[in-house]
Each structure stands twice: as C-alpha cells, then as structure tokens.
C-alpha cells in the first residue's frame, strides 16, 4: 500500500539520496544541474545591511527566490544595485537568463525598470493582489556553457 507524508523537513540522509538521483538523471541526458544557492548582501555607507538578493543556478539559469529592501531604505537604488550586481556577476559565464515570479503586491513595475521581460500573468481572480507575473531576463551571450556536461 503506497503511503504519502507530509513533512516541512527533509532529513539530511534522504536529502542526499534525492540530490545524487537527480544528479545522476540528468548526467545520463548529458545535463549539468549546476545547482548552487547563493545570496547578494547590500550595505550602505554606514555598513548597515539594507538588502538581500536570495537566489540560485539551475542548470543554465539564474533564479531569483526574493529581493528583500529594509523598509526604511526604500526608494534609494539598493534593489537596482542588486540586479545589476546580479547580471554584473554573471554576465559571459555561460548562463543563459534569469528567472523570477513577483506579486502583483509586490514589484512588477521594478522589475521592467530594471530590464527583465514579462513572460506571463497568473491571474488570481479571488485575490488580485496575488496576482503572479514571470519574469526573464537574458544574457547577451554568443554561447551557452552552463548547464551542459563538458
């Protein structure tokens, strides 16, 4: 009898186990996950920490899970400055683009002011505030490395 649990947690062993299959999977397909998290710290002049851009690789892209701005430090350019610390840093390095899901709530404006391309809209119908819009943004780039087993 098949049994599903929920858990908020993964234990670290079976974390492993996944990781290592899915490595594997894609390695048979000639794929590189190319997984790595990573976070950008912003600080202003007085070394207080006034932002946080959270993302990770996948394969060829880029994903941007949040991009956090200190409430009193809004309408300053730190959230323009991690963007483009963000391209700056990845730009001609084989990735292809960059990924991100906003909220209507949120920041759509910001970021077609910062050069990223609306792909799609997810309406919600009961709550429009929660509204999704995908954005990308691509990389000028002649070729494409990541993501592909060399």
């Not at 492993?16 to 299959?21: A, M």
């Not at 998290?37 to 202003?44: K, T």
Request: with cysteine; aromatic share 14%; net charge neutral.
């Amino acid at each position: 009898m098949t049994k599903i649990t929920y858990s908020t947690e993964l234990d670290k062993d079976i974390d492993k186990k996944v990781e290592q299959g899915m490595i594997q999977y894609e390695a048979e397909r000639g794929i590189d996950v190319n997984y790595q998290r990573f976070y950008l710290l912003c600080h202003n002049d007085a070394n207080e920490l006034v932002g946080v851009l959270n993302a990770y690789t996948a394969f060829a892209e880029i994903y941007i899970d949040d991009l956090w701005v200190d409430s009193k430090h809004h309408g300053r350019g730190y959230g323009s400055k991690l963007i483009k610390e963000l391209d700056n840093r990845f730009a001609n390095k084989g990735f292809n683009n960059i990924n991100l899901c906003t909220s209507e709530f949120q920041a759509p404006e910001f970021y077609k002011k910062c050069g990223f391309e609306l792909e799609f809209i997810r309406e919600n119908k009961h709550n429009p505030k929660l509204t999704k819009y995908f954005f990308v943004k691509f990389f000028l780039i002649s070729s494409q490395s990541q993501g592909l087993i060399k």
